[in-house]
């Protein structure tokens, strides 16, 4: 409950979706930020939809720039530069705007 920011290894949602979408919400109500890392390019192919659904709660993203092409890729975005994927990562719908992404 004192913690102020939370963070999640992407490859948690092979596993619990669910507890992430739990600790997301509870960090979004609180006034916390939530953290995650797109962890693998298979995280944005294979769990596409609960990714997805946690986006919304996510404050900070961290990937580096395979992941963060096969997002862009599985999002038919187009486009292979990091810098441009990284600008609609960060301008993705939020279910608060407490904290900016």
């Known amino acids: 409950e004192r913690a102020k920011f939370l963070y ?6 092979t596993v619990s979706p669910e507890s992430m979408m739990t600790v997301a919400k509870h960090a979004a109500e609180t006034g916390k930020y939530y953290m995650i890392n797109l962890a693998a390019p298979f995280i944005c192919q294979f769990f596409k939809d609960p990714l997805m659904e946690l986006f919304p709660y996510v404050d900070f993203i961290f990937g580096n720039e395979s992941e963060a092409r096969a997002f862009a890729q599985v999002q038919g975005w ?11 990562l960060a301008a993705l719908p939020k279910a608060s705007a407490t904290h900016k992404r």
């Open 78 to 88: 187009e486009v292979e530069d990091t810098k441009v994927i990284a600008v609609k």
């Open 8 to 13: 999640s290894a992407g490859f948690f949602l």
